[in-house]
């Protein structure tokens, strides 16, 4: 016997319910058996959301931290998330238990948009595992400083630039970091303006920077057949976004590592290292099946390389710009050691980074005041846990609110201010405190860029310093132009992945 249409309609309309109610139900009992982190109460349905400041959550989280302690808990619409507001507890729970915090919530757009290539948002498995491994033999500490004379080279190059066209230094910083992270990983050298690969770079991340927008994911997860719309339909602009998204990351992805292939023996007859090149070589002699499945790794591998460095470094020197022009005696100061240091009649290289405490204390202060990513990228966690008396389902998404760590004034007073002496000691000694620390991420999925990027930060930073000095752009009487720095809170925020990056407005003249 089958139920007649009337039957089968009643239980198309009760088993949802149903299964609405018995999830309540096990979530109510589960929550009165265990003693959850401390948080704001949240209402039913929309948890805290409605309290949020989206484009700016690690503001909002920051105060909760104020009032809940190091590790709060909130519900977001349907998702528990846990709030990390401090670095004692990142590590104990991101680095020593990092097998069941290394995950990464799953987000319906990032295949569909051609995503799947940025293993930084592929979950925790094998497939994450052979792309960071690739990625990590390349910009490991020790193998990442065979590129310091090439980032050495570009920084130079960035200033030559910078002198030719001080306005559009943002531009020179984007071109400077681009040009780094091409050479590393493609060995492909960039030409200083509209470079073909970094406008393929750009055109991927225009239309896919939707992809890691929580509203697009939801959108998309709660209606699957929206990819499935005939083009002239009404509703179906996703699924051709999705498209073009696709068509420009497999451009994106195919033409540098083509690139890397096609030039491999002559770059690397004159010393020009890349990640590509070296791990295709490395893999010569194996056969065709594990040489495919190898490729498709480093592809990934080094996507992200890009991805993951084009924004994020050019967003921390637009950051050490703002603070040059708002602090100008750290500018003198730093200036003042380069000059007693390194001299006038050359410029300077890694091999006097030691001797300039002040310039590293300029840089921990650059990461520190403005953390270009403040909630990191969120982790996901694979099985139940408890800390410190406080029960952590399986899959509660985890951030890390470095704003909040900076932020803590018992560790940096007067924490809004720009203040490298708070990283040197009454010797003028460097601390051990290092931000670099936190503003990296924790655990398996910590930025394993961090070592490349850090040397670019100091090699720019450092010849900037040498050569040019930053102010207040003036007016045609000679009168500063008053300016408000906007920090523009692009990809927001609470389920994922933040930035933060700012314009202003300043006159760059050489020494
Ligand atoms: C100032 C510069 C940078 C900052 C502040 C930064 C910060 C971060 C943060 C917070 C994460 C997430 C960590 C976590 O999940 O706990 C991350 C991930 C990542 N970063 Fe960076 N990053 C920077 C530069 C770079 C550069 C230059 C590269 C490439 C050379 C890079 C490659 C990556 C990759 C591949 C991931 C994903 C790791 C994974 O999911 O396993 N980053 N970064």
């Known amino acids: 016997m089958f139920p007649s249409v009337d039957g089968r309609l009643a239980i198309l309309a009760v088993l949802p319910t149903s299964l609405f109610f018995i999830t309540s139900l096990k979530r109510f009992i589960r929550n009165r058996q265990n003693k959850f982190p401390p948080g704001p109460v949240p209402l039913p349905l929309l948890g ?55 995950d990464r919530p799953y987000l319906a757009t990032v295949e569909p948009f051609g995503w799947s290539v940025v293993f930084a948002f592929v979950g925790y498995g094998d497939e994450w595992r052979l792309s960071r491994r690739l990625f990590h033999q390349t910009f490991r500490s020790d193998s990442a400083l065979k590129f310091r004379p090439m980032q050495i080279k570009q920084a130079r190059e960035m200033i030559v630039n910078l002198i030719d066209d001080p306005q559009n230094y943002h531009s020179h910083f984007a071109t400077f970091s681009s040009s780094v992270a091409m050479s590393a990983t493609y060995g492909y050298q960039t030409s200083p303006r509209n470079d073909p690969l970094v406008r393929n770079v750009e055109n991927a991340l225009a239309i896919g920077l939707e992809v890691v927008t929580p509203e697009k994911a939801i959108l998309l997860k709660t209606f699957p057949f929206l990819l499935k719309l005939p083009d002239w339909c009404w509703g179906s602009s996703i699924k051709r976004n999705a498209r073009t998204s696709s068509d420009r990351m497999r451009e994106m992805t195919d033409v540098p590592f083509q690139y890397a292939q096609d030039h491999m023996v002559e770059n690397s007859a004159i010393g020009q290292f890349s990640m590509v090149a070296e791990n295709l070589q490395r893999i010569e002699k194996q056969d065709q099946t594990s040489r495919s ?162 040397a670019s930060l100091w090699s720019a930073i450092v010849t900037m310093l040498a050569t040019v000095e930053f102010s207040s752009a003036k007016d045609d009487q000679g009168k500063v132009i008053e300016f408000t720095p906007q920090f523009t809170t692009g990809l927001n925020q609470y389920l994922l992945f933040s930035y933060h990056s700012i314009f202003l407005s300043l006159t760059i003249s050489s020494l």
Not at 53 to 65: I, M, S, V
Not at 69 to 87: A, C, P, T, Y
């Open 293 to 454: 499945l190898f490729e498709g790794a480093l592809k990934k591998a080094a996507t992200t390389a890009i991805i993951g460095s084009y924004e994020t470094t050019t967003s921390t020197l637009m950051t050490f710009a703002l603070a040059m022009v708002l602090y100008p005696d750290v500018q003198r100061r730093a200036q003042a050691e380069i000059d007693s240091v390194v001299g006038r009649d050359r410029l300077p290289t890694f091999e006097d980074r030691t001797s300039l405490p002040y310039i590293e204390s300029v840089l921990r202060e650059t990461l520190r005041w403005q953390p270009i990513v403040p909630l990191g990228i969120a982790h996901v966690t694979t099985s139940d846990d408890t800390y410190d008396g406080y029960f952590i389902p399986k899959g509660t998404t985890v951030m890390c609110n470095a704003w909040g760590i900076t932020r803590d004034e018992k560790r940096y007073p007067d924490a809004s201010r720009f203040v490298p002496e708070r990283f040197l000691d009454v010797n003028g000694a460097l601390t051990d405190d290092n931000p670099a620390k936190y503003v990296f991420g924790f655990g398996r999925r910590a930025c394993p860029g961090r070592h490349a990027a850090d």
């Open 48 to 102: 805290n959301i409605l309290s949020l400041d989206t484009k700016a959550a690690w503001l909002t989280y920051t105060e909760w931290a104020a009032a809940y302690g190091d590790l709060f808990f909130v519900r977001l619409l349907g998702q528990e998330v846990v709030v990390i507001n401090s670095q004692h507890v990142a590590e104990a729970l991101l680095d020593k238990r990092s097998r069941i915090y290394s």
